[in-house]
């Protein structure tokens, strides 16, 4: 082999389409709504925020490097032993820990057609190849999930409920899932947008992390909880596997001032619940009026909801972004997620709601 003129990643990390966030502005416009990233209308609790500026005075320190608090209010919240906690800077980091703990080269990782981008970001950074199973109805399909398991197969990444399609699979669904999965296969259940969810066929997957050996969920702050800026997330697991992401994880991944936050946050339920019931009002607001526009609306359980376009010049989801964009209400557009004629929108204040559609009527020449 010829001699490197320069230092080359492994091969996967060329690969890897880096993540593109949700737009944050939009030129020549002094007020915008971001709708873009799934953040919350409501912000975070006045608690957490008093927590986090309590922490100002003691920068200098680091944190605890084992986030001892936080581990034991989530445990509290959710009646989970603190000693089964992970912490990190945001899912995405616990994602990526996952993907390095248990993918390496000559590995496959699954995730489904739709399936949030980090999966396959994860997946090639750990040197493994990502699998896609194919979506029925916007929707993971299991079987599908079991026919792309191959003997190289080590993760199974699946979001429920779905970012950016809003679709969830049952619990009945996952556990068959579980079932049929090899043992040694990790089933990743992330659960992002759980909170939200109004669902009694719906369970974030904590029952089944708690009876098995190779099932974790991760949960985040930056949804509900209004603390995106933080970065701070948790995944639950069985012990050998919190201990092998223990041993990989940077020593002090989670800062203080977001330790102490999420603390102040995991104690204030009524901010969770006013955020779960603006949202609760507003997606069935904005499914009904959006789909009596004539565009078609995938059912969503989370705190965004995705919007069809028709392909007729004027009135794509290119065409409406534009619109929408000169008037500041930023939604996401999903080209990199396989959806180009889609636009995903977070359910955001009454203001912003209202005006999405009004603008979306504008679109399509029709009275809102
Ligand atoms: C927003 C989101 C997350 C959360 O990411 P953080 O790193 O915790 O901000 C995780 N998974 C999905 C599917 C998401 O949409």
Same mark, same amino acid.
């Given at each position: ?5 320069? @230092? ?12 593109? @966030?949700?737009?944050? #502005?939009? @030129? ?7 709708? #873009? ?38 445990? /509290? !919240? ?61 929707? !993971?399909?299991?079987?599908? %999930?079991?026919?792309?398991? #191959? ?26 899932? &579980?079932? !049929? ?33 190779? *099932?974790?969920?991760? /949960? ?36 203080? @001032?977001?330790?102490?936050?999420? *603390?102040? !946050? ?11 019931? &603006?949202?609760? /009002? ?7 009026? %959006? ?52 636009? /995903? ?24």
């Amino acid at each position: 082999m010829p001699a490197l003129q320069r @230092p080359e990643p492994r091969a996967g990390v060329l690969k890897i389409q880096a993540y593109v @966030p949700g737009k944050s #502005s939009a @030129p020549g416009v002094a007020k915008v709504h971001k709708l #873009s990233s799934n953040e919350t209308p409501l912000g975070p609790s006045p608690q957490a925020v008093a927590a986090y500026i309590g922490e100002a005075e003691r920068l200098h320190d680091y944190p605890d490097g084992a986030a001892t608090a936080l581990r034991e209010a989530i445990g /509290r !919240a959710f009646g989970l032993d603190p000693a089964r906690i992970v912490c990190g800077a945001g899912s995405d980091e616990l994602l990526n820990l996952v993907a390095h703990a248990y993918l390496g080269p000559g590995d496959e990782a699954i995730h489904t057609t739709h399936g949030f981008l980090v999966y396959p970001i994860a997946t090639l950074a750990a040197g493994a190849t990502p699998v896609v199973a194919p979506e029925t109805n916007y929707t !993971a399909d299991v079987d599908t %999930i079991l026919a792309a398991v #191959s003997e190289r197969t080590k993760v199974v990444f699946l979001a429920n409920p779905n970012n950016p399609t809003g679709t969830y699979v049952p619990f009945d669904e996952v556990k068959r899932l &579980h079932r !049929a999965l090899p043992p040694h296969v990790v089933l990743m259940l992330d659960a992002a947008y759980a909170e939200y969810v109004r669902r009694n066929d719906y369970e974030a997957g904590i029952e089944l992390v708690a009876t098995s050996e190779n *099932v974790v969920m991760c /949960r985040t702050f930056s949804k509900i909880h209004g603390l995106a800026a933080l970065r701070l997330g948790w995944l639950y697991g069985p012990p050998h596997i919190v201990d092998a992401l223990n041993r990989i994880r940077g020593p002090f991944n989670v800062n203080a @001032p977001a330790i102490a936050a999420g *603390v102040a !946050a995991m104690g204030d339920a009524a901010h969770v619940e006013r955020s779960r019931a &603006h949202n609760e /009002r507003w997606l069935a607001w904005l499914t009904e009026e %959006i789909g009596r526009l004539g565009l078609a609306v995938t059912p969503s359980v989370g705190n965004f909801l995705l919007i069809h376009f028709p392909e007729a010049k004027g009135r794509t989801a290119k065409d409406a972004d534009a619109l929408l964009t000169s008037r500041g209400l930023i939604l996401r557009r999903l080209e990199p997620y396989r959806l180009p004629n889609a636009l /995903r929108m977070t359910v955001g204040s009454e203001e912003a709601n209202r005006q999405v559609v009004a603008t979306l009527a504008e679109l399509l020449g029709k009275s809102a």
